[in-house]
Every structure is written in C-alpha cells, then in structure tokens.
C-alpha cells in the first residue's frame, strides 16, 4: 500500500496536504522536575508550491 492509502491523508490537489504524524514520547528536565510528555499524533501541513 503506498503513503497516503490507508485513508489519513487529505489531499487537495495543487494546494496542500495533511496528515498525522506520531511524535515519541519526549523527557524534559524542567528545573529539577522531571516532565515526561506521552507519544501523540500531531497533524503535518504540507503547502505544495507551483
């Protein structure tokens, strides 16, 4: 199956696209306290140029 053929992306022909995107879990140290930040999808905005 190629990228895009499992139905997440939207395409607008000549204009953009969107996507998901998964981000991994990430671990800040924040002044001394440890902040952990759990893995999520954030959209991707692709603007197409002519």
Request: aromatic letters at 14%.
């Amino acid at each position: 199956m190629g990228k895009g053929m499992d139905g997440n992306r939207l395409v607008i022909r000549d204009t953009f696209s969107l996507q998901p995107v998964y981000k991994k879990e990430r671990k800040f140290n924040n002044f001394g306290n440890p902040i952990v930040i759990p893995g999520h999808y954030v959209p991707e905005f692709k603007v197409y140029h002519k």
